[in-house]
């Protein structure tokens, strides 16, 4: 059974950083495509980025480039979200998930994380 564990939410200052985290167990995880994505109050779930296998691609959001990286290590089976410069746009649910035949559509993601809750004052 896969399961997938977000950390590293918590309420911080506009400005300030965080950086997320995200466990996951199975053995073939270094072989998914790992994605974040957010889902604001009264707002749909939205893309945030995501990381080839390898981690040599990363793509993002538009609207996120320039503050936002994900990174992730295949040996400890965790995938990040290093989140700088935050805003209080960016508070959300922040939820990681795993796309093991690498596809990139929302319905290619088998497994999904319970989120973590960030939240960012004014």
């Known amino acids: 059974q896969v399961q997938l564990v977000e950390s590293g939410g918590g309420l911080v200052q506009a400005g300030g950083s965080l950086r997320l985290s995200c466990a996951a167990s199975g053995r073939t995880f270094s072989r998914w495509l790992m994605s974040w994505f957010r889902q604001a109050p009264g707002k749909e779930r939205e893309f945030v980025a995501r990381i080839n296998w390898s981690g040599a691609i990363t793509r993002y959001a538009e609207s996120l480039k320039g503050r936002f990286t994900i990174s992730r290590d295949n040996a400890e089976n965790t995938v990040y979200l290093q989140m700088n410069s935050l805003e209080p746009e960016d508070t959300a649910v922040y939820y990681c998930?795993?796309?093991?035949?690498?596809?990139?559509?929302?319905?290619?993601?088998?497994?999904w994380g319970q989120g973590t809750q960030v939240t960012v004052s004014s």
């Open positions: 998930a795993a796309s093991p035949t690498g596809g990139a559509t929302l319905n290619s993601y088998d497994y």
